[in-house]
């Protein structure tokens, strides 16, 4: 249906595109004159069922994401497309900011150590098993390259899991003097969370092996979940043989 769906909500039209990625198509939306965001793309129902749930269940427990508004009949989605509170901010520019960012990601692996893996999606330690899942395809890439990747993702194995954000890049993050938001949930999966930590000047906090760990098998999983464009060939090459 496309951008007709918009129609789905009072009053709403479309203002501006916004970076979205490759995967959706981003808009700066005015619902009832407030201003929001669209993000139209191919997800299953069930998928998105995933997301908004988890991203009221996030707001009512106290952390600041984007709010799916509803269609004037009560739903959170219609034909593919999300309306959701836009959400002031910049992006982290200090080691004092990505420590926060580091705080409220861990809250966030807090308050999902119990939720269900999003439909169709799979972990990296599922993968150690598994070929493909959403955006994976281990056949598609080299041989090598996969068993270079399970390596990293074994030595996450026994982990505990929970929700990770999948994308916390500085794009991604809205600061204010008195919060922290996290926006574009889209790579939102149940995994380990060591995969959120890897965080510029390791403001998580790990130390030198569970940094090395969680950055192989980021590295890895990056390479896996969007194969084979130039940012996954790089990403590739930082996992090490094994």
Partial sequence: MGWEALGQWRQADRVEPLAGGVANDVWRVRVDGQLAVGRLGGRSDADLAWETDLLHYLDRAGLTVPVPIPTTDGRLFADGLVVMTYLEGGPPESQADWRRVAGTL???????????????????????????????????????????????????????????????????????????????????????????????????????????????????????????????????AEVRAV
Avoid: F
Wanted: hydrophobic fraction near 40%; proline fraction near 7%.
């Fill in 106 to 236: 861990r809250e966030l692996h807090r308050l999902t150590r119990d939720r269900p893996q999003r439909p169709g999606w799979r972990s990296s330690t599922d993968l150690l098993h598994a070929e493909t899942g959403t955006k994976v395809d281990l056949g598609a890439m080299p041989p090598e390259g996969v068993a270079r990747c399970r390596a990293a993702w074994a030595r996450l194995a026994g982990r505990p899991t929970c929700v990770v954000h999948g994308d916390p890049n500085p794009g991604n993050v809205r600061m204010t003097a008195n919060r922290v938001a996290l926006i574009d949930w889209d790579e939102a999966h149940v995994d380990v969370p060591d995969l959120d930590l890897v965080l510029p000047g390791n403001a998580a906090g790990l130390d030198d092996r569970a940094h090395d760990i969680a950055a192989q098998a980021s590295a890895a999983w990056e390479a896996a979940v969007c194969w084979d464009d130039a940012y996954s060939i790089k990403r590739l």
